[in-house]
């Protein structure tokens, strides 16, 4: 079992910014694809975001796209999930995993997200 470590949530006010952390001691990041996925009281784990193992490639679902950014810092062995303009709609848990598939068919997409870390709460208000 890979263990991953979210951090970075908190309460913010509609239209605010946050940072997520994802990061690991036991194994090198860059090796996987990384992916965040977030799940609302009463609603079903939602993907949100991945990316590829070099960076160069990354995907997001609609209801986040032009507002998230996914980023890798190799240094660190963190992947961030730069999160703008936030929505009351927003408010989740939200986890990283690793990606246990991942392809091109004209779009990037990530699949079998795996090896869940414990999550972070975010939670906006409005």
């Known amino acids: 079992q890979l263990q991953l470590v979210e951090s970075g949530g908190d309460s913010v006010q509609s239209g605010g910014s946050l940072r997520l952390s994802c990061t690991t001691s036991?194994?090198?990041?860059?090796?996987?694809?990384i992916g965040w996925a977030r799940q609302a009281p009463g609603k079903e784990r939602e993907e949100v975001s991945c990316?590829?193992?070099?960076?160069?490639?990354?995907t997001y679902a609609e209801s986040v796209k032009g507002r998230f950014t996914i980023s890798r810092d190799y240094a660190q062995n963190t992947v961030y999930l730069q999160m703008n303009n936030l929505k009351p709609e927003d408010t989740a848990v939200y986890y990283c995993?690793?990606?246990?598939?991942?392809?091109?068919?004209?779009?990037?997409?990530?699949?079998?997200?795996?090896?869940w870390g414990r999550g972070t709460q975010v939670t906006v208000s409005s």
């Open positions: 995993a690793v990606v246990g598939r991942d392809y091109y068919n004209g779009t990037y997409y990530c699949e079998n997200y795996n090896q």
């Open positions: 036991e194994f090198t990041l860059v090796a996987y694809p």
């Open positions: 990316i590829s193992t070099e960076g160069g490639a990354t």
